[in-house]
């Protein structure tokens, strides 16, 4: 089975390709040929799949001598203006709801949510990008909430989440709340509201969003649908310090995010020489030779999410090899 994302309309099709010869004059045919020439492409991305997927067990194997660390496929499904969509992250304004689009399903979020559980897939979030202000917030909000019900206990929920609302949430079906604006405060973290936070989900659902943009050659954490910077770094004493608080961070490289032109090194490193608890890393991801870079940035601790080189969402990654790439990690 492959999945296909037409580019024209945002639809997402499913369809089998035969190899049906031509059996009158022994020759191929124009569209046969074409036939062929797909199923050579799947079977080299078969193989690099494979490759990718053994290089990844021997990361995970000298990373930890008594047990297997896994890089796990985590899928999103980014809300903006009430649609699916896959957006440019650093083009996100608030004012007039704008973003740069890379892809606008013509399917809801219940569809990608029901997909992600058929093929087993866990622990991926869904994003409101828009502000509780925008008159698109309902909308994007009540497709977030139609996800969750789809996919109770299967995905996390991030976008305006406080300790007013993170019970809302967690009781619609989300496995945890992920949270950034609410606990950095003018450029600073908040313990008062990270400690109200924590009283209301407890630690083992609670996920901080750590994403990150470059600034003077550092990495500081930005808040706001990535529009603001704090003065908080991205590095290993943040991890740290923040560790106790969250069962998990989920770290966007802004400045990659939605491009599919390769990874944020960097970022890359500060996560996995940390490496102390789940992280996920999202951004830049655009190919299979990207993840194996990922993997060996990251020591093969990283957690990953592609979104705009998915073939879903009109890329070329097949979304079925990445989940059984993921797969064979966790063999």
């Known amino acids: 089975m492959i999945w296909t994302a037409d580019k024209r309309n945002g639809r997402i099709m499913e369809r089998q390709e035969g190899m049906d010869g031509n059996a009158q004059d022994g020759g191929l045919g124009k569209q046969n040929v074409a036939v062929v020439n797909r199923w050579d492409n799947i079977i080299e991305n078969s193989r690099t ?27 999103c499904i980014d809300i903006h203006n009430g649609k699916v969509k896959q957006i440019v992250g650093g083009s ?8 740069k689009e890379n892809f606008v399903a013509g399917q809801d979020a219940a569809f990608f949510a029901r997909l992600y559980r058929e093929h087993g897939v866990r622990g991926g979030h869904i994003i409101l990008l828009n502000p509780v202000e925008s008159p698109y917030y309902e909308a994007t909000k009540e497709q977030a909430m139609e996800a969750l019900k789809a996919y109770p206990g299967g995905m996390q929920v991030g976008g305006g989440i406080h300790a007013g609302n ?8 989300a496995s945890h709340v992920i949270v950034t604006s609410y606990v950095f405060r003018d450029g600073e973290i908040n313990y008062e509201n990270l400690e109200k936070l924590r009283a209301v989900t407890g630690r083992e659902r609670l996920v901080l969003d750590l994403s990150c943009r470059n600034k003077e050659g550092e990495y500081y954490i930005v808040t706001d649908r990535w529009q603001k910077f ?7 004493a943040l991890l740290e310090r923040l560790s106790g608080y969250a069962d998990e961070f989920l770290v966007h490289a802004v400045d990659v995010e939605g491009k599919a032109r390769g990874i944020e090194g960097e970022v ?11 992280i996920t890393y999202a951004g830049g991801i655009g190919s299979f030779a990207d993840l194996e870079e990922l993997g060996r940035l990251g ?5 990953f999410t592609v979104g705009s080189a998915l073939d879903l969402f009109g890329g070329d990654m097949g979304f079925e090899e ?10």
């Open 166 to 173: 993170a019970l809302e949430f967690l009781r619609a079906g």
């Open 92 to 99: 996100l304004r608030d004012e007039g709801d704008q973003a």
């Open 49 to 75: 799949v494979e490759r990718v997927s053994c290089q990844m067990r021997k990361w995970g194997s000298c990373q930890a001598k008594d047990k297997e660390v896994e890089m796990e496929f985590r899928p």
């Open 299 to 303: 020591k093969g601790k990283l957690n």
């Open 230 to 236: 704090t003065g908080q770094k991205l590095d290993e």
């Open 268 to 278: 890359a490193q500060i996560l996995g020489n940390w490496g102390k608890m789940p």
């Open 322 to 331: 990445v989940v059984r790439m993921s797969s064979a990690v966790l063999v």
